[in-house]
């Protein structure tokens, strides 16, 4: 958690966004040690993208839906991508500002998942688990490499430590009905599988098998859940209680425990919000922190704090409003990036232009962080200051290396 905090908290002149008037930069903005932007608007052209039109018949960048964030940053996997680019592209992301650099066919389909923590495998909802630097290489000819896990709608999955070298753990969560009508898909019980991979055979050497989670709950929770998600190191999980005997229907957080199909609850929010996703685990031994899309904005939940933070940008100028599509992701480094609309209109309200894209944030320098801050200046420490551009660049490398990719 203060992984930011010894670089940061002695460099008086840290950019921290807009609403912070006065300061001097100590170091020039495009250092190493230099603060992230506090929020940067990516937009994504109809030359990437392709076309579609708007419910206003207005004509804007085909934007999709359902994304999911690599660690680094960098590539965006997002279901319903429009006619140019199939169900399933990935987005190539800049580093800090521009455009969308470019996009990749694959040969997913809609609701595609990756295998977080590592991005070693992006699974079909068939179970199939492709390679990713296949799909960067092969687009659309890429095949698949084994099938297993979990399957189907909202399935999820996370990437864990095997017994011996060259053998990893894959933990998918979803619930046994995701195939279901309209009135049950979305909800059911809580359900794991826990595949044992070869990953220079790439082949499935171990198969737990659909395991069922929270039954221990029922009297508590009910039995049926909605919008789970699995914690980066697949380690926790997150889901909402439909019919909960006791208190409100909002997000739980759980612990999957030694066992692997534990129910041990860690957390619950007091408050609506939308799908959750966790983000890397921090050194300090505290859970990773949050995200969620509520009502048209990502929110942010420390887990340090117990508290959310709205991450809207103040507007650039009268008329504008940045608006979420879908939940976010975390990157390892701390920001948090989400697909989002930028509408621009004149001062009456009028004359609206829409710009598609995925906006980069840093929880730490937002509205809502800075103004806790100078409440608790006590407390402050307990947050990093800010993600330094190093931060960003160094995971770059890490996952590039990873992966085969060039810078």
């Given at each position: 958690?203060?992984?930011?905090?010894?670089?940061?908290?002695?460099?008086?002149?840290?950019?921290?966004?807009a609403g912070s008037?006065?300061?001097?930069?100590?170091v020039a903005p495009d250092s190493p040690q230099a603060c992230i932007a506090p929020s940067t608007f990516?937009?994504?052209?109809g030359q990437v993208a392709g076309t579609s039109r708007d419910a206003a018949g207005r004509t804007v960048a085909a934007l999709g839906s359902?994304?999911?964030?690599?660690?680094?940053?960098?590539?965006?996997?997002?279901?319903?991508?429009?006619?140019?680019?199939g169900n399933v592209s990935l987005m190539e992301l800049p580093a800090f500002a521009g455009t969308v650099v470019r996009g990749y066919r694959t040969p997913l389909s809609n609701e595609a998942f990756p295998v977080q923590g590592s991005w070693r495998y992006l699974v079909d909802m068939t179970g199939e688990h492709y390679r990713l630097g296949d799909i960067l290489q092969q687009q659309g000819k890429a095949r698949p490499l084994f099938r297993g896990g979990m399957t189907g709608f909202y399935a999820a999955a996370a990437e864990l430590p095997g017994s011996r070298p060259g053998e990893i753990r894959i933990r998918s969560f979803s619930?046994?009905?995701?195939?279901?009508?309209?009135?049950?898909?979305?909800?059911?019980?809580l359900s794991v599988r826990t595949l044992t991979v070869d990953t220079q055979q790439h082949r499935v050497t171990g198969d737990t098998g659909i395991q069922y989670l929270c039954r221990d709950r029922v009297r508590v929770d009910g039995n049926m859940y909605a919008l789970p998600m699995i914690s980066v190191d697949g380690t926790e999980y997150a889901a909402m209680p439909q019919m909960p005997v006791q208190g409100k229907p909002t997000m739980r957080v759980f612990g999957f425990g030694e066992s692997g199909k534990g129910c041990e609850l860690r957390d619950a929010f007091a408050h609506a919000s939308?799908?959750?996703?966790?983000?890397?685990?921090?050194?300090?031994?505290?859970?990773?922190?949050?995200a969620y899309e509520y009502r048209g904005q990502i929110w942010w939940y420390s887990r340090a704090l117990k508290q959310a933070f709205n991450l809207a940008p103040p507007p650039a100028r009268a008329g504008e409003r940045l608006m979420a599509s879908a939940f976010p992701g975390i990157t390892r480094d701390g920001r948090v990036i989400y697909a989002s609309t930028l509408r621009q209109c004149d001062a009456a309200g009028g004359n609206c232009t829409d710009r598609v894209g995925y906006t980069i944030a840093d929880p730490y320098q937002s509205a809502g962080v800075r103004a806790w801050r100078q409440q608790h200046p006590g407390q402050a420490a307990a947050l990093p200051r800010c993600v330094q551009r190093q931060d960003v660049l160094r995971e770059r490398a890490g996952f590039g290396g990873l992966h085969g990719l060039t810078p």
């Open positions: 958690m203060k992984r930011c905090l010894a670089r940061c908290a002695g460099a008086i002149g840290l950019v921290l966004g008037p006065g300061l001097a930069l100590a990516v937009e994504l052209t359902y994304e999911r964030i690599s660690p680094d940053g960098r590539f965006v996997l997002r279901s319903y991508s429009g006619a140019q680019l619930w046994p009905n995701a195939g279901g009508d309209d009135e049950t898909q979305g909800q059911g019980a939308g799908k959750t996703v966790f983000g890397f685990p921090h050194q300090n031994g505290e859970g990773a922190d949050l």
